[in-house]
């Protein structure tokens, strides 16, 4: 039994212990001075971030990283986020948003006053419910240490179900202080999304076996299911004979890149999808950003076509398009009941999978980059993600170069469990996340894989002092930035939207002049900061970086 010392504070962190938690991230005020009292005398490692955003984005990727280790019963996901009142919740709120979109498992905390006197609306106060709410599954305040066990555990389950996301909590300070002879209470089973309304299954086994033509589209979230997903995706593939594609903005690998029914991932914009979604059937499962980033004028999803959705969430299913069968469930589970009740002949899945090929043609013409090495000897995009596969192919890549993300994803045969990447495309939140990934690793009992954070300029930018994190805690990664000097994205929309040429534009604001040193500004918070400017020096200096101790920046030098 807790002696008369014991207060809300010491509850909430013995309510982590117990949950599994072992790391803290945040920012501290004196509203969360409790908090870090406590935390002092318990086993939890607090993980000092300099920006509230940082804090969260560091949390974000740990989480994103450590379900994939989840599969042991002794590994809980959830990233823990400690922030500072209105202006720290407000700092944090880009990346909140961001982990959002990536269904990272978080509990964001924020101290707050004392609730007898929030009415004096003292300085930094805010409504901290009603601004985490939009994005966060849901959002409270304890407004009695009596409560706190109850709200406590009620966010973790909240953060860890499916579909998993943020989740927030006020901590106001006379509930941190006040005594308590409580206990945390126990979290209790973390339900699934189940395998689906039978009638269903069976309406999209007999969609499937119809067909002439199907397709299967595979969303993040059959990754973020697990391995057993991605398993059931190629059980289903197999029984179908149909072809396989990402979402739009898919930022996991959610099918086996060599399985010879694989095609291709697909760009965010419509021409694209059109094209490659022309099919009698498809199946989409677990999507969440399966539309273009831009207006449409046709519909990229033929209206004849019929339309399987599957996904642990309801709001997804016919969110955009409408939904010919509609299966609420793991994604996991409800594809391996699919392809256990459809039937198709051996011969029809043949028939099926001899137009995968020009498909694959089809893909090819839309996303990939021939590589067309220039006479001045200076670095493409497609030459650093080639050079990247080759040195460093086993690693952990955490990525947020927007322009470069697609030569990576076609050049590099990436694993799944091998790549997360910022689905909503707010920048700050990549160089944050690979910090977290660095940390998730730590706890690997192989020590996991390298981490290499793929971060463009314009990203690193944000936050460049996420590296001094990663050197206070002695972190091994390498952050390789392909380095353009510009907002190349911004400029492309340009062009998409008003046409033209570079020429025809100014392009005003999306330029960095004058530069920014890399190196020296990696070096300033305690990494290793290294340029390489030429295409002959990229083998030797990324691994150079990659058997160095600590963080280490590559400031890679390319050309648009």
Known sequence: MPDDDYTGADLFVDALEQYGVTHLFGNPGTTELPLMQSIAGS???????????????????YAATRRYQSHREDVNPLGVVNLHVAPGLAHGLGNIQNAAWTGAPLLVTAGNHSTDFQHEEPILSGDLVEMA?????????????????????????????????????????DVMMESTDADPERIGAIPSGGRGDPKQIAAA??????????????????????????????????????????????????????????????????????????????VFVGCTTNTPYIP??????????TTIHVNADSWEIGKNQPADVAVVGDPGEVMSEIASAVNVTREEQ?????????????????????????SDGSISKVALADALAETVPNSYVVNESNTSK?????????????????????????????????????????????????IGDGSYLYYPQSLYSAARYDLDLTVVVPDNRNYRILKDGMLNIFGGTDEDHEYVGMDFEPGVDLVENAESHGATGMRVTQRDGLQETLTEAAETDGPVVVDAIVHD
Not at 142 to 156: C, E, F, H, W, Y
Not at 296 to 305: Q, S
């Open 133 to 173: 709410k939009e994005y966060c599954k849901w959002s409270a305040e304890v407004q009695d240490v009596s409560a706190l066990p109850t709200m406590i555990r009620r966010a973790v389950r909240t953060a860890l179900a499916p579909p998993t996301g943020p989740v927030f909590l006020g901590l106001p300070m």
């Open 43 to 61: 086993s939890l490692e607090y993980v000092l971030g300099l920006h509230e955003d940082i804090a969260v984005g560091m949390a974000s990727g």
């Open 205 to 282: 086994a007999e969609a499937l076996e119809s067909a002439d033509d199907p397709v299967l589209v595979l969303g993040d979230r059959v990754a973020r299911s697990g391995h057993q997903a991605i398993a059931a995706g190629v059980e289903l593939a197999e029984a179908t004979g149909a072809a396989v594609y990402s979402e739009m903005v898919t930022c996991e690998i959610n099918y086996p890149p060599d399985h010879d029914q694989w095609v291709s991932f697909v760009s965010p914009g419509p021409e694209m999808a059109r094209t490659v979604f022309d099919a009698d059937a498809l």
């Open 296 to 305: 449409y004028d046709e519909p990229y999803i033929p209206d004849e076509a």
């Open 350 to 374: 043949e028939r099926r999978k001899d137009m995968i090929p020009e498909r694959r043609e089809v893909a090819h013409e839309f996303l990939h980059t021939e590589r067309e090495d220039r």
């Open 406 to 454: 697609y030569a990576l994803l076609t050049r590099w045969q990436l694993e799944p469990e091998q790549f997360i990447s910022n689905k909503n495309g707010g920048l700050g939140y990549g160089l944050p996340a690979t910090v977290g990934a660095a940390v998730a690793m730590t706890e690997r009992d192989d020590g996991g894989r390298p981490v290499v954070g793929f």
